[in-house]
């Protein structure tokens, strides 16, 4: 079957650092994404990791072992602006993409 | 460079009628995918196209529902008969080559069915 796992909400201040882990488990696995979605906007495109290991992006990095089937995305220096919806998604060798629930990160003051 | 156009941004429907949600790819990309989003859920995979043929659509439900993108023109997702439970935001996304190049997403259709 298809499944990917990621926690619903995770609360964290200005500043800190905070770690979204995902698990997947799906068919034909060819890479993983990470997108931000603020509410009632379009989700924007953050990282891929297609081999196993840490891609780093500015404030955002992300992590994946396709033995474990694990991944995780990791934001530093957290701002209120990172208030959002983070979406795990696999990838096919079409594209496809396939989303977990999204976590919902609140950033406070 | 424009990025992926949906419209409308807000279509209402009664019960019965049909919907028709366009979406323009970014230019240069070939591939189009339409995706659905119920409110506080996660986006679910719906249909995959390329130009003139439908590559993917385990997504999409049996009946009521049709997806195209000819050769010339907008992707059209289509939906007949809409009923209440059809109520989402309909995103469409495209890429350049498929395998391994991240999806862009278009702002989405919100489609309410009265």
């Known amino acids: 079957g298809q499944n990917i796992d990621q926690p619903t909400e995770m609360t964290a201040t200005e500043g800190a650092i905070v770690q979204i882990n995902c698990t997947y488990q799906t068919s034909g696995f060819n890479g993983l994404f990470w997108y931000q979605q603020h509410a009632g906007e379009a989700p924007t495109f953050l990282s891929y990791?297609?081999?196993?290991g840490l891609e780093e992006k500015g404030r955002f990095s992300s992590f994946l072992s396709r033995s474990k089937g694990y991944s995780y995305l990791l934001l530093k220096e957290l701002q209120m602006k990172d208030s959002a919806s983070y979406l795990c998604?696999?990838?096919?060798?079409?594209?496809?993409?396939?989303f977990g629930a999204g976590t919902q990160v609140v950033v406070t003051p | 460079n424009a990025g992926v156009m949906q419209n409308p941004r807000h279509l209402v429907r009664r019960r019965g009628q049909e919907a028709r949600l366009r979406c323009s790819p970014m230019?240069?990309?070939?591939?189009v995918y339409w995706y659905r989003q119920l409110p506080e859920e996660g986006l679910k995979f719906m249909v995959y196209l390329q130009k003139e043929n439908i590559i993917d659509e385990s997504g999409m439900p049996k009946e009521r529902f049709s997806a195209e993108f000819p050769k010339e023109g907008p992707s059209i997702l289509r939906i007949q008969q809409v009923v209440r439970g059809d109520s989402a935001a309909y995103f469409c996304?495209?890429?350049?080559?498929?395998?391994?190049?991240?999806?862009?997403f278009g702002n989405g259709t919100r489609l309410t069915v009265t």
């Open positions: 998604a696999s990838t096919d060798s079409w594209g496809k993409l396939q």
């Open positions: 990791n297609v081999l196993d």
């Open positions: 996304a495209s890429s350049r080559t498929g395998a391994n190049s991240p999806l862009h």
């Open positions: 230019k240069g990309h070939s591939h």
